[in-house]
């Protein structure tokens, strides 16, 4: 592949309203579920075949959008659980999503990310507030997500041309069966943009989550331990 010079990128815009944000009924207050967060203890795993490397990806590819909703109530909870909008990956990964935000490129898109590394505490929150009918679209806390351990991302395509995020047959973290990647329903343009999405991941090193068309999985995620770092914790020298 050709050098390629990395700039920052552009503003993006989401065209969707804030009051099409997938919501879904709390289980307990906004108040109650912090609480329980704060207190929960992580419990004891295997120990992992490597040591974490966590990094900033804008630091590794300045050129990769950032919408991270988890520190925005723009989410399915409709409050904010990440003290801040940064997004880190295992080194490995980051440098997949770059490869992977290079192919984009080519197809006129740039990438966007909404999620990636995942402190332990918020994955257990997340079980906690939303109804058991969900849990397929929340990681168990008691096995530990590949979030958990970055190497997973959430991330949708951007128009480079319009500066526009493009529609997908479903929002981000919308929990009912147009978020499949199967899914047949819907806008055929839209289904086609998520084929190509997941097609440029899984060139690049990650692998889809059935169950959620915006979710990868870094194929060597099995590798690396679960954390529970707070993004202050992680964002005052334990990445690169």
């Known amino acids: 592949m050709p050098h390629e010079t990395q700039r920052q990128a552009a503003p993006v815009t989401d065209a969707q309203p804030d009051g099409d944000t997938f919501r ?20 004891a795993f295997a120990p992992s ?23 925005t109530a723009r989410n399915f909870l409709g409050f904010p659980v990440y003290s ?11 440098l997949a999503l770059s490869h992977a935000r290079r192919l984009a490129a080519r197809h006129g898109y740039g990438l966007l ?17 939303v109804p058991d009918t969900l849990y397929e679209f929340v990681g168990d806390p008691a096995t530990g997500s590949r979030h958990n351990r970055g190497c997973a991302v959430d991330l949708t395509l951007w128009d480079l041309a319009t500066r526009q995020v493009v529609s997908m047959p479903s929002g981000f973290d919308e929990m ?22 997941a097609h440029i991941m ?39």
């Not at 879904?24 to 419990?43: D, G, I, K, N, Y």
């Not at 990310?113 to 257990?124: F, G, K, L, M, T």
């Not at 995620?221 to 690169?240: E, H």
């Open 49 to 71: 075949r490597r040591v974490s490397d966590l990094v900033d990806i804008t630091q590794v590819d300045p050129a990769v959008a950032l919408d991270i909703r988890y520190a």
């Open 84 to 94: 801040a909008a940064r997004a880190f990956l295992q080194h490995p990964a980051a």
């Open 176 to 197: 009912t069966p147009r978020a499949h990647v199967t899914y047949a329903g819907g806008d055929v343009g839209a289904r086609a943009r998520r084929d190509l999405l």
């Open 24 to 43: 879904v009924p709390l289980r307990h207050a906004p108040e109650v579920l912090l609480a329980q967060a704060r207190a929960a203890r992580m419990p």
């Open 113 to 129: 990310v909404y999620d990636a590394y995942r402190p332990w505490h918020v994955s257990y929150l997340f079980r906690q507030a």
């Open 202 to 240: 899984t060139a690049s090193g990650f692998v889809p989550l059935a169950e959620e068309w915006w979710h990868f999985d870094y194929v060597d995620w099995q590798d690396y331990p679960v954390m529970d770092l707070s993004f202050g914790v992680v964002g005052n020298g334990l990445i690169r």
